[in-house]
């Protein structure tokens, strides 16, 4: 599963190979935020005349309600990407006219940045082409009037891990850490997000790829564990059996079994 997700300005072509060289394991092409409105053409001719690994590279649009979300959608058939970000996704529709637009089979990323798109998460991750969706902490504050911190969106966090499981989805991406010198927030951030049940974070610098990765692999310690588990059940033979003294029964199974197929790959 890819965990590490890097924004790169859509309208800095020369930052595009080195980004997908930086380890992250998807490059997002940013034709939102990153890019004045003046910009967005000619970013939108330097994704479109680029030659890069597409299989790992995300673009993300702008969203319904901006000036450039029509302009988008009539580039879309030019963008070679294999999977497309739509920012403030709140409707079916908006992913299904992205979809058209594109032309092809292309994996959609709804960005989760409202009240309106929490509350409908599950009907956006119930499509084919939606396999997981991605947190914006900033935007969604914003939408809400809350101050963007962990205590003031633990509920919308922990909401969208569970619309996801709902909706037989993977666990979303995390919001990006934007404390860019700050490596011990940095992981912070992601043990929390972890422990929550996400599976992944939007990174804003190369830098911060290793650290997030780091933090959503299995450690050593934990596929260790893991095997010793898996070992034992099947040393048994039979029901619920006990390892350093505690019992494991099916839920602990099912745990072990996900950390290894995660150090797997």
């Known amino acids: 599963m890819n965990t590490t997700y890097l924004f790169v300005p859509a309208n800095r072509p020369e930052r595009f190979e080195k980004a997908l060289g930086s380890g992250a394991d998807r490059v997002i092409l940013d034709l939102e935020d990153a890019v004045r409105a003046k910009d967005k053409p000619a970013a939108r001719d330097a994704i479109a005349t680029a030659e890069l690994d597409w299989t790992r590279v995300v673009v993300r649009i702008n969203d319904a309600t901006a000036p ?5 959608l009539a580039w879309l058939p030019r ?3 294999t999977a497309i970000m739509v920012p403030k996704a709140q409707s079916t529709g908006t992913l299904s ?3 058209a637009a594109a032309g092809r089979q292309v994996e959609l990323i709804p960005q989760i940045e409202t009240a309106l798109g929490l509350h409908r998460a599950a009907e956006l991750l119930a499509r ?3 396999p997981r969706a991605a947190f914006g902490h900033l935007d969604f504050a914003l939408d809400i009037g809350a101050a963007p911190d962990r205590d003031a969106l633990a509920y919308a966090r922990g909401q969208l891990v569970m619309q996801s499981r709902l909706a037989g989805a993977e666990p979303p991406i995390d919001s990006v850490t934007v404390k860019l010198d700050d490596t011990t927030a940095l992981e912070d951030d992601t043990r929390y997000a972890k422990r929550l049940g996400f599976a992944g974070k939007l990174l804003i610098h190369p830098k ?3 650290p997030v990765a780091r933090i959503f692999a299995p450690s050593e310690d934990e596929v260790t564990w893991a095997r010793r588990v898996i070992e034992a059940i099947e040393a048994s033979g039979s029901g619920a059996v006990a390892l ?6 099916n839920p602990v199974e099912d745990a072990a079994r ?3 197929s995660r150090a797997a790959g």
Do not use: N
């Not at 350093?244 to 029964?249: A, P, Q, S």
């Open 68 to 72: 450039g979300f029509e302009a988008d």
């Open 79 to 81: 963008c070679r990407a």
């Open 97 to 99: 006219a992205v979809r």
């Open 128 to 130: 084919d082409d939606t």
């Open 208 to 210: 911060q790829v290793e």
């Open 244 to 249: 350093d003294g505690k019992m494991i029964d």
């Open 258 to 260: 996900r950390i290894l």
